[in-house]
């Protein structure tokens, strides 16, 4: 059976229908054809709507399937771009950051008739490693929250393959998508100052990733802007993940009553899932005890209990954002922002305790034009 098997093939390869076979039926050149079901009818190739229509009905009727790797050996392009996320297990994890950032570059990829190959890390002892697997199968990458010493930059540069990174502090010569981590900050604290809270703790990211800084910076300046004290006990350097988040807050809260804060402001989403946990696990209650504010606004949000207000990040936008780039950037447009900033926003729900009377479809009328 495997011998008779073996011994067909050759006469499936014969049966392939190519470019050639689509032409004769449409009664039009092979030129015309490659260009028309290929997409590259402009600049001196010329094929009329009526030619068009024949060529692609002679194709389906002949079952054409186009051939990627001969493409690639003819135009010398591949149409693959790599996507690199922070850590190994990234791509199956559920981690709602990377599943939206995925959902936006995956909706770009296929929009734009690219093709997409997946790495494993840049972070941590994976480094070196995922530099070393990128390859020339692919025309360029897109890097999610790369550290800034990631040894992937210089991988691509000497092998001149074009980036855009999601979340990377800004350089002179970088293309990356940011969102306004400062004002993200900013919002966070202002908001649950407005509600009453002195005593209040931030979770912070970690120090490796890009958005830890501005956060806690625009967190700082709004709480100086508001004549309230910051606390540096209750700054706690975190993570996004939700057990660390429970551990950190179950830190905070061995202080005694008084020392407590009264609200959080948490690295994301999971970290703030975390910190809920840790509060409900002593017998207090979110948002009356404790008022709770996480960071994303990813679809995890809505699952906590209480579901939780969160600074939103437009995550979708920004993965679809950075592969527009990209591929911008591979076929000559470089006209485009290299460095765009996108705008947050705050979404309020049931964890900090807020009136909902304050707040429009959800969002603080205060805080969504903040500059």
Not at 217 to 236: K, N, P, Q, S, T
Not at 256 to 276: H, K, S, Y
Request: with cysteine; glycine share 8%.
């Amino acid at each position: 059976m495997l011998q008779r098997f073996i011994l067909s093939l050759p006469v499936l390869s014969q049966m392939a229908v190519t470019i050639r076979d689509v032409a004769k039926l449409a009664g039009t050149s092979v030129t015309a054809v490659s260009a028309t079901l290929n997409g590259s009818t402009g600049g001196t190739i010329r094929v009329s709507q009526a030619t068009k229509e024949r060529i692609y009905a002679s194709a389906a009727q002949l079952g054409y399937v186009s051939n990627p790797i001969a493409k690639s050996l003819a135009t010398g392009k591949t149409k693959v771009l790599g996507l690199m996320l922070p850590y190994a297990d990234a791509f199956v994890d559920q981690n709602p950051f990377c599943n939206q950032v995925m959902s936006g570059i995956m909706r770009e990829v296929v929009h734009q008739h690219y093709n997409l190959m997946l790495y494993t890390a840049t972070s941590g002892a994976y480094q070196d490693r995922a530099a070393m697997l990128v390859d020339s199968r692919i025309e360029g990458l897109l890097l999610v929250m790369p550290p800034d010493d990631s040894p992937v930059f210089a991988k691509c540069k000497k092998r001149g393959i074009p980036y855009v990174s999601i979340l990377q502090s800004p350089r002179t010569d970088a293309w990356t998508v940011n969102s306004d981590d400062y004002t993200g900050g900013r919002i966070a604290a202002q908001h649950l100052i407005g509600l009453g809270h002195k005593r209040i703790a931030h979770l912070a990211g970690s120090p490796d990733v890009s958005t830890t800084e501005p956060r806690c910076r625009g967190f700082r300046d709004a709480m100086d802007e508001a004549g309230v004290e910051v606390l540096e006990e209750l700054i706690v350097q975190s993570g996004f993940d939700w057990r660390i988040g429970l551990a950190s807050t179950e830190a905070l809260l061995q202080r005694g009553t008084r020392q407590m804060p009264t609200a959080i402001f948490a690295a994301n989403d999971l970290c703030a899932e975390g910190a809920i946990r840790a509060i409900r696990a002593i017998g207090l209650s979110v948002p009356d005890d404790i008022a709770v504010v996480g960071y994303d606004d990813t679809w995890f949000a809505t699952l906590t209990q209480p579901p939780l207000t969160t600074v939103h990040m437009p995550i979708d936008e920004m993965g679809e954002l950075a592969a527009r780039m990209l591929i911008a950037r591979l076929e000559g447009d470089l006209s485009v922002d290299p460095q765009p900033t996108l705008p947050v926003s705050l979404t309020v729900r049931q964890s900090c305790g807020a009136d909902s009377a304050q707040f429009v479809n959800g969002t603080e009328r205060s805080h969504t034009a903040h500059p």
